[in-house]
């Protein structure tokens, strides 16, 4: 059977990480009989409950300090390949104040057993409060009007067979970015990546960037501007 990872990056996410893993629970369910779903948390720097909220939920967890989410992604991944359990043949990511839709899993099954080497995936915003009529207005025309092949890369929504994540070098210890930087590796070494608007991943719309440049930052700035 099988063996599909995820990988959740964590760093104080208590308000948000129990929607986020419920959410990946129910995407596992569409999955059951056709493959198995490890989910592996990685607490960095948590000071929060985000520990607790994945222990009663009996999702495993690894915890770095790095405050540095290209870090947090590759231990996750590494400790999926590399530690105890089935080692997973294809690994996906999320972020904690996401949401995968129930197909999820079922998309990422799809790409591995079609052969392709990573899934590119899109997000969406549904609560937009708090940002006026630009911000919607730019992610309307200009985010959602691309056509698919789509030009967006999210670590909340990414897969990669584990041959390529290991052949092109992983996620990059990158602060922000290592999202990105993983699929031009995969491109640059001739991979092939299949990007697609399917099943899309319900992200947060906060303002407040956990990372500078990151999609909440690029928000804020729209917002500014």
Do not use: K
């Not at 569409?30 to 985000?50: E, F, H, K, N, Q």
């Not at 530690?83 to 129930?102: L, N, R």
């Not at 730019?138 to 670590?155: E, I, K, L, M, S």
Request: net charge negative; glycine share 12%; aromatic share 6%.
């Amino acid at each position: 059977m099988t063996v599909l990872g995820v990988v959740v990056p964590v760093h104080d996410e208590q308000e948000l990480l129990g929607d986020c893993l419920d959410a990946i629970s129910r995407a596992a369910r569409w999955v059951r009989g056709r493959a198995a779903v490890r989910t592996l948390v990685v607490l960095d720097s948590c000071r929060d409950a985000s520990r607790e909220i994945a222990r009663d939920r009996g999702v495993d967890q690894f915890a770095v300090a790095a405050r540095n989410v290209g870090v947090a992604r590759d231990a996750g991944v590494r400790t999926l390949i590399d530690g105890p359990g089935a080692v997973p043949d294809w690994i996906a990511t999320t972020d904690a104040d996401s949401q995968v839709p129930p197909d999820w899993l079922l998309a990422q099954l799809a790409a591995y057993d079609h052969g392709v080497d990573a899934r590119v995936g899109a997000v969406y915003v549904d609560d937009w409060d708090g940002h006026g009529s630009s911000t919607r207005d730019w992610f309307r025309d200009v985010y959602d009007a691309a056509d698919d092949p789509h030009p967006h890369v999210h670590g909340a929504n990414l897969g990669v067979r584990r041959e390529a994540y290991e052949r092109c070098g992983g996620f990059a210890g990158l602060a922000v970015g290592e999202d990105v930087a993983l699929v031009a590796a995969l491109d640059a070494g001739g991979f092939t990546v299949h990007r697609s608007r399917r099943s899309p991943v319900l992200t947060s719309g906060r303002r407040i960037a956990r990372a500078h440049g990151g999609f909440a930052a690029r928000l804020g700035e729209l917002e500014a501007g």
